[in-house]
């Protein structure tokens, strides 16, 4: 029977674990010619491909890989510059995923780490050694979103003959594409706001050019970072009203950040979309106008006083993840940042008043009178 010929709008989803070939001569092939065809999905899928390349060039990158998580694509963007016996810098404020990588894993790998205070970053001769291969910041900060002058960094990093490699999370390419800037790598927790949707668990990196494209990839296979096809095709569907998502969490945001800020209940709101935000005119320029729908605020120092918040709340449930549609909040100190020491957490401000908001895509007015009521 002869088979019709399909050609679908919308890429199928190729939840195959090998693919097939016809003969010696085409294995052969495939080794001869990278990019011909499939061999077996940790290798490469067309959907994993597909996100890869999607996120590659929202970023502007050289090449991406897909990865299993958001700390996948952390191990791969460290992993593409380091071996055994160097030196990373990290700002101090950072994911405490991030530090509990650097601290607990590539230390036993023969890597070591220095915090970088975030008012250093400009700076860094201080904590420069002849092994340091690159710094890692984000560039609006977890928790705290403190905005990272990402050419200023560039600029001081290469100064120094090392590679600025860039959490763009919490910003999204939407707001800000790190290689435009300067940095050499991006990444992303896909899981996020890429995704959108919080029913999927992803990561992307996406090399500023071809040469540290190839070796992520070749991190990404010989490590078995890949991501599944299912999971890819997931996240490419969110992909594609990121821009519209992006607008509408810091639509809500901004709203919700300045009613919060007078809010006699609320002592501070971390926001960049304030005036009253340190790096607000930073944020103006490098975010296009736009800042994210991400937010922190400090109630007082009372588990009470936080638990009263959560269990009033009915649009902002305590979820330990961030940036879907359904808006959630978190608790550092219990979360995100309880693998950073007592005196990091201290040194931060990260303490048991510090609440996190992710601001979804819901009804403003809505999410508006939860928060008030849960509040008073």
């Known amino acids: ?5 399909i050609q679908p709008k919308i890429t199928p989803i190729y939840q195959t674990s090998v693919f097939k070939f016809e003969d010696l001569d085409a294995v052969q092939r ?4 990278p990019g011909s065809r499939y061999l077996y999905s940790r290798n490469g899928n067309p959907n994993s491909d597909e996100l890869a390349e999607a996120v590659s060039h929202w970023e502007g990158g050289a090449g991406a890989v897909a990865t299993g998580s958001g700390m996948a694509a952390i191990f791969a963007a460290l992993l593409t510059y380091c071996q055994a016996g160097d030196h990373v810098l990290c700002a101090a404020d950072i994911y405490g995923g991030s530090a509990a990588l650097l601290n607990l894993e590539l230390s036993r790998l023969g890597i070591s780490v220095s915090y970088v205070p975030f008012e250093d970053l400009y700076d860094l001769a201080a904590y420069v050694r002849p092994t340091t291969k690159l710094l890692l910041c984000e560039t609006m900060s977890n928790p705290l979103l403190r905005v990272v002058d990402l050419r200023a960094a560039a600029a001081e990093c290469h100064r120094h003959g090392i590679k600025l490699v860039v959490d763009n999370t919490f910003a999204t390419p939407v707001l800000t594409r790190p290689l435009a800037l300067g940095a050499d790598m991006v990444l992303h927790s896909v899981t996020k706001y890429l995704a959108g949707h919080s029913d999927v668990t992803a990561g992307a990196v996406v090399a500023g050019t071809a040469e540290d494209a190839a070796r992520l990839r070749q991190i990404g296979t010989v490590f078995g970072l890949t991501l599944s096809p299912m999971e890819s095709w997931l996240s490419v569907r969110g992909l594609k009203t990121l821009r519209l998502r992006v607008a509408a969490h810091s639509h ?11 809010h ?5 709101v971390y926001y960049p979309g304030l005036p009253t935000h340190p790096q607000h005119a930073l944020a103006v320029v490098q975010g ?3 800042f994210s729908g991400m937010m922190s605020i400090r109630l007082a120092d009372d588990a009470a006083v936080v ?25 550092p100190l219990y979360t995100s940042h309880r693998a950073l020491t007592d005196a990091q957490r201290a040194e931060l401000g990260i303490t048991v008043g510090l609440v996190r908001l992710s601001v979804g895509i819901e ?10 009521q849960a509040l008073d």
């Open 1 to 5: 029977m002869n088979q019709p010929n």
């Open 307 to 331: 638990n009263r918040f959560m269990q009033r709340s009915q649009r902002f449930p305590f979820a330990p993840s961030l940036a879907g549609v359904d808006s959630s909040c978190s608790h």
């Open 363 to 372: 009804p403003v007015e809505e999410l508006l009178a939860d928060l008030a």
């Open 252 to 262: 809500n945001a901004q709203q919700i950040a300045e009613f919060l800020e007078v």
């Open 30 to 33: 495939y080794f001869d010619e």
């Open 264 to 268: 006699p209940a609320v002592e501070a």
């Open 288 to 290: 296009h106008g736009l």
